[in-house]
Structure formats: C-alpha cells, structure tokens
C-alpha cells in the first residue's frame, strides 16, 4: 500500500474514530442523564430510524460509489444530478409505503400491536429517516469523486456533533431529557445534514426529483437501479441480525439489560474503525482495479487491509476490555455485561473481515453471490438469535453474532480468493 493511500486511510481513520467517539458519548450521556425507560425509548425510536434510513436507501449508496469512481471526467457532472435525482425518487417510494404502513397501524383496533407510539412521532421517524437516507446518498458522491474526507464528516460526524452539543445545550439550559426532547434533537440533525449536504449544493429537491435522462444515461440509470436493488438485500442481509437484536432484546431481557446492550454494542463498534476505514478510502479503488483487470494489487491490496484490520481490531479489543468497567460505571449501566460485552467484541472481529470481502465483492460486482451468502447466513443467525433469546442469558444469545460472522468471513473469502485468482 503506496504511501499516499496510507495517509488517507489514516486520516479516513481518524474523521471516521472522531464520529464514532461522538456517538459513543453521546449514547453514554443519553444513558447516564435520561431516566432508563425514556433512554430504552429513544435508543428503540433511534435504532429503527438508523435501520429505516439504510432500507431508504437501499443499496444505492454503494452503486453510486463504484459508478462515479469509474466514470469520465466529462461524465461527472451531469451524473452526480442523476444520481441524487434517482435517490430522491426511491427514497419517495419507501416513504410512500411506510406511510401507508403507518397509517394502518394508527387504526384503533391495530394500534394496540404498537403500545406508547404515537401518531407524530410515527411520521417523524419516518422523515427523519428520508433525510437521513438522502443525505448519505449525495455523501457517497463525494466520496466517489475522491472527497473522503467531507464525505466522512457528512456521513460520520455531523449528525452525532449536533446531536452532542444540543444534548449538552438542553442540560445546561435544565431541561429535562426524555425520549421525545431526544428524538427531536436527532430529527433536527438530520434536517440540518440534508440542508448542508443537498439542498445546498443540488438545489431544489423537487427539481431533482422531476430530473430525468435521455439516451445511453437513462439506460445506465435504470442499470444502476436494478443493482441497487441486489445491493440493498446483500446491506439488509448483513445488518439483520443487529437490527433484530435491536428490536429483540427489549421484548425479552427489558428495559434494563436492553440499555446496557446498547452500550455495549456502541462500545464493540469502536474496534470496527480501522476497517471502516479501509473499506471506505479504498472501495473506489478496489473499483478501478477490478475496472482494468488488475488482479496482483488487488490482491496485495486486500491482503494487506486484511492483516492492518484484523491486527487493530484484537488490539483495540484489549484495550475496551480494560476499561469497561469505568465506561459501564459513567453510563449507569446497572446489569452487568462484561459477558456480553466480550462476545460482541469477538463478533466484531470475524464481521470486520467479512465486510472487506463483502465491500471487495461489491465494487467486483458479484452482487448475486452477495445476496445469496448474505441471505442464508443471516436466516439461520437471526433464527438462532431468537430462538436463544427467549430461552437463554443474553450472553449465550449473543454467539450467534460469532457463528454467523465467522461463517460469513469464511464464505465471503474463499469467494474473494476464487474471483482474485483470475
């Protein structure tokens, strides 16, 4: 790895840990200032925006990366308009039929299904979670056009900023902290990021919904489209045992161990930097070399990637597991959870590497292969997450984020060996 591509990842490393630590802050605090049902509240309402948002967008961010890093200089322009058009377009649709699902379940017979959420907060969710969705799309652009380092801050950083300092700005005025001052706290992050990230430079939204193409354009579009669409699968697939664990493990551990869960899963993430970082400064090129067939630095690439995020990962393990105890003790965090704790960080170690086959396969384009791993792995560990969940401690129930990564590292690199070997 050249000199120049370390540096970047370095520094991608660098944005990307400075976001994470406003995140993982920012959960303490909610933990440690707000009573534990309205932090169970906020971080259930948060964790099913996060997922809303990246269903939104559904794949799309990860074809706009490789279809912008490998277009022409003369073709840029025009597509970065089509592609934050297109965006705006499915992100409309997933609106459309969440709303129409929102309304349903506000009926008084079916609302009974969904105990203390209301109407408002409902349909705020669900904008929040467009805004979201669309601001990480015109985010990836940048980052196809080689600007990773905004690309990171909108991506990783903005929001948790302004979700950290109105955190601070409420409990220096006296306010008191509770799901729904929390929620609109995030909502009004997600405005502002889309204001800043697309209205500001792309105009107005409307226009870029209308916008259409002609010609070969129109066609690679609608190409771009149907990728999208196996993307989104292979990106729900992979995040569908967290976001099932999320939604999980208040129904059956409760509010407290729930709180404590989400913690500990914010903590386990932190050991995930250097990959995210790799993933994220090298995909487009990853991209280009697969682009112009060549398949020695491509490997080399990889290999070293994988020996740097495997290597950090068990390090910054070492370094979580000697301070838990100080971050559970400023959290609040009354359950204990070392256990839990300790299999989320070994799980985090076997989905690091298999997120770097997962992104290498992707800018490769063997999206079918994808799919289908992804699929089945995750059917069968989100089965057996369920099935633990109600009969077992949660500790137990979280080896099923270890089985699952593991085997999806494994089938994810032998595929990576079998396509690089060319």
């Not at 370095?10 to 840990?17: E, P, V, W």
């Not at 203390?116 to 990480?136: P, Q």
Request: aromatic share 10%; hydrophobic share 55%.
């Amino acid at each position: 790895m050249k000199l120049r591509r370390l540096a970047a990842v370095l520094n991608t490393l660098i944005l990307r840990g400075a976001g994470s630590g406003v995140a993982v802050l920012f959960t303490v605090l909610v933990s440690r200032f707000a009573d534990t049902a309205d932090a169970a509240r906020f971080f259930l309402l948060f964790n099913i925006s996060v997922i809303a948002a990246v269903c939104y967008r559904w794949g799309l961010d990860e074809v706009i990366i490789r279809r912008v890093a490998s277009a022409s200089a003369s073709e840029i322009s025009a597509l970065k308009i089509q592609l934050v058009g297109l965006s705006h377009r499915r992100v409309l649709v997933w609106m459309g039929g969440t709303m129409i699902i929102a309304l349903i379940f506000s009926q008084t017979k079916i609302s009974s299904l969904l105990p203390g959420f209301a109407v408002t907060e409902i349909f705020s969710l669900i904008v929040a979670s467009a805004l979201v969705a669309l601001s990480a799309c015109a985010a990836r652009v940048r980052q196809g056009e080689g600007h990773t380092n905004l690309a990171t801050f909108l991506l990783n950083i903005a929001i948790p900023l302004s979700l950290l300092l109105g955190l601070l700005l409420l409990k220096a005025g006296g306010w008191h902290l509770n799901a729904d001052s929390l929620f609109f706290l995030y909502a009004s992050g997600a405005l502002f990021v889309y204001l800043i990230t697309v209205f500001a430079t792309y105009g107005n939204p409307i226009s870029n919904v209308f916008y259409r193409t002609k010609g070969k354009c129109s066609v690679a579009i609608n190409s771009d489209s149907r990728a999208a669409n196996k993307l989104g699968g292979v990106v729900f697939a992979q995040q569908a045992l967290l976001w099932v664990a999320l939604v999980v493990v208040p129904l059956a551990y409760g509010a407290q161990l729930y709180k404590g869960f989400v913690v500990a899963q914010k903590i386990a993430t932190l050991i995930s930097l250097v990959m995210l970082a790799v993933n994220f400064t090298l995909s487009s090129r990853f991209a280009i070399l697969h682009a112009e067939g060549d398949w020695y630095r491509l490997r080399k690439i990889i290999k070293i990637s994988l020996v740097a995020i495997a290597g950090a990962s068990i390090l910054a393990s070492v370094m979580v597991v000697a301070f838990r105890e100080q971050i559970f003790e400023f959290a609040r965090v009354e359950a204990r959870m070392d256990g839990t704790l300790l299999v989320l960080l070994l799980s985090q170690i076997f989905f690091s590497s298999a997120s770097l086959f997962s992104v290498v396969l992707s800018m490769c384009r063997d999206d079918d292969f994808l799919l289908l791993s992804q699929g089945m792995v995750s059917f069968f560990g989100v089965l057996l997450f369920v099935c633990l969940s109600f009969f077992c401690e949660i500790e137990v129930a979280c080896l099923a984020f270890v089985l699952s990564y593991f085997s999806l590292s494994l089938v994810l690199g032998m595929r990576v060996r079998h396509i690089t070997a060319s």
